[in-house]
Nanobody, 119 residues
Framework: VQLQASGGGLVQAGGTLRLSCTASTFSNYNMGWFRQAPGKEREFVAAIGWSGISKYYTDSVKGRFTISRENAKNTVYLQINSLKPEDTAVYYC???????????????WGQGTQVTVSS
């Protein structure tokens, strides 16, 4: 599975971004987003099951981030609202046949897209 993330950029605090991740094969995979801030370990952000029904978020992004997918386009999205400077990180999409693993240790990773939030 090859993953290509896009949509990052430089935005002001309070702004919005939509990250996209396109996969070479998609419909049977559970998808996740992770992020890694400078000097910190990579952390789980959100995950979505293959059907699009099950969604999970880390507590710090609940209410601001929304994960969704379009199986017809082999694409998963991460809508980010009310951006904060602490959201600054490289965001990675990931895929795994297991939803549990997609949230912890996915088998497949994309290359990452930089999100920078200015205060």
């Amino acid at each position: 599975v090859q993953l290509q993330a896009s949509g990052g950029g430089l935005v002001q605090a309070g702004g919005t971004l939509r990250l996209s991740c396109t996969a070479s094969t998609f419909s049977n995979y559970n998808m996740g987003w992770f992020r890694q801030a400078p000097g910190k370990e990579r952390e789980f952000v959100a995950a979505i099951g293959w059907s699009g029904i099950s969604k999970y978020y880390t507590d710090s992004v609940k209410g601001r981030f929304t994960i969704s997918r379009e199986n017809a386009k082999n694409t998963v999205y991460l809508q980010i609202n009310s951006l904060k400077p602490e959201d600054t990180a490289v965001y990675y999409c990931a895929a795994d046949p297991s939803l549990a693993q997609a949230m912890v240790n996915p088998r497949y990773w994309g290359q990452g897209t930089q999100v920078t939030v200015s205060s």
